[in-house]
Nanobody, 123 residues
Framework: QVQLVESGGGLVQAGGSLRLSCAAS????????MTWFRQAPGKEREFVGG????????NTAATVKGRFTISRDNAQNTVYLQKNSLKPEDTAVYYC????????????????WGQGTQVTVSS
């Protein structure tokens, strides 16, 4: 079992930055691919980006590429989402999710989810 807890959300002005964190329990964190999703009101959950267990490979959605960066610290059992140049359309609840093996963009492929953290970007 892996438990995930996100933090770092909040209200930020357009053009600003935020860093989200997702802390995981368990001793096998490095064996899990970790991915960030987001869900805006009335919309489906959307893939933002993911990182392999070792941290050597990342995959970022085209909508956030160049603005968002995913990283992880396996010694701290934590994955991060650095968000720069934020736009109002980035407003959503952000979730981290984990699965063994590779990063996949489909939410249904993930076994473990955090509770989500709200990010609101004002114009």
């Amino acid at each position: 079992q892996v438990q995930l807890v996100e933090s770092g959300g909040g209200l930020v002005q357009a053009g600003g930055s935020l860093r989200l964190s997702c802390a995981a329990s368990g001793r096998t964190f490095s064996t899990y691919a970790m991915t960030w999703f987001r869900q805006a009101p009335g919309k489906e959950r959307e893939f933002v980006g993911g990182i392999s267990g070792s941290g050597g490979s990342t995959n970022t959605a085209a909508t956030v590429k160049g603005r968002f960066t995913i990283s992880r610290d396996n010694a701290q059992n934590t994955v991060y989402l650095q968000k720069n140049s934020l736009k109002p359309e980035d407003t959503a609840v952000y979730y981290c999710a984990g699965r063994r093996s590779t990063v996949l963009p489909a939410p249904g492929a993930y076994d473990y989810w955090g509770q989500g953290t709200q990010v609101t970007v004002s114009s």
